[in-house]
């Protein structure tokens, strides 16, 4: 059974919301740049770059980044990550990179990316933006911008769907059977 906790209005809501945050937090767009981890925190970013835009007339650098060489379940002493995988097109050195993922759960997807950042270059700050905070942290991990917490038990899955994947926006929690 699936239950919807957030439809096209909420999502778009927390995207704007979101925006105007990273933005206050940074005390301007100077040095700002957003990386989205592939596939889906990519297409947060890209949403919440439009957004920056649009309220504030600034075209920040945004990339998507591939962390999966970085993952801690997949790599091997027979792969070594390759930081050239993940050429961003942009100097990351000095500037305030704005993390955006989908959704936050256990934190190695995080790790994995923060590795990848710094394989490219060396940030005066990281921040982490996550459209869904569902909890169950494996990895000290924490988001500095939120768009909607939900705690879930292992037994729950967050669903999102994205309307460059799926064709619609919406967020939903279904408990396994």
């Not at 890209?46 to 962390?67: M, S």
């Not at 994995?112 to 569902?134: K, M, N, T, W, Y």
Request: a negative charge; glycine letters at 10%.
């Amino acid at each position: 059974m699936s239950n919807l906790l957030m439809d096209e209005a909420a999502i778009a809501r927390a995207l704007v919301r979101l925006s105007h945050e990273v933005v206050e937090k940074n005390k301007g767009t100077d040095g700002l740049c957003l990386l989205g981890v592939k596939r889906r925190g990519e297409i947060v970013a890209e949403r919440v770059r439009a957004l920056i835009k649009k309220f504030y007339g600034a075209d920040v650098p945004c990339a998507g980044i591939d962390i999966g060489m970085y993952r801690d379940d997949l790599v091997s002493g027979y792969f070594v990550p390759d930081a050239r995988r993940n050429d961003v097109g942009f100097d990351l050195n000095g500037r305030h990179v704005v993390l955006c993922d989908d959704v936050l759960h256990t934190g190695r997807t995080v790790r994995a990316a923060i590795e990848a950042i710094f394989d490219l270059g060396r940030p005066a700050s990281v921040r982490l933006l996550v459209l869904c905070d569902r909890g169950g942290r494996e990895m000290p991990v924490g988001a500095d911008f939120v768009g909607k917490n939900i705690p879930t038990s292992r037994r729950e899955y967050i669903d999102l769907r994205l309307k460059e994947l799926e064709g619609e926006d919406s967020l939903s929690v279904t408990a396994a059977e």
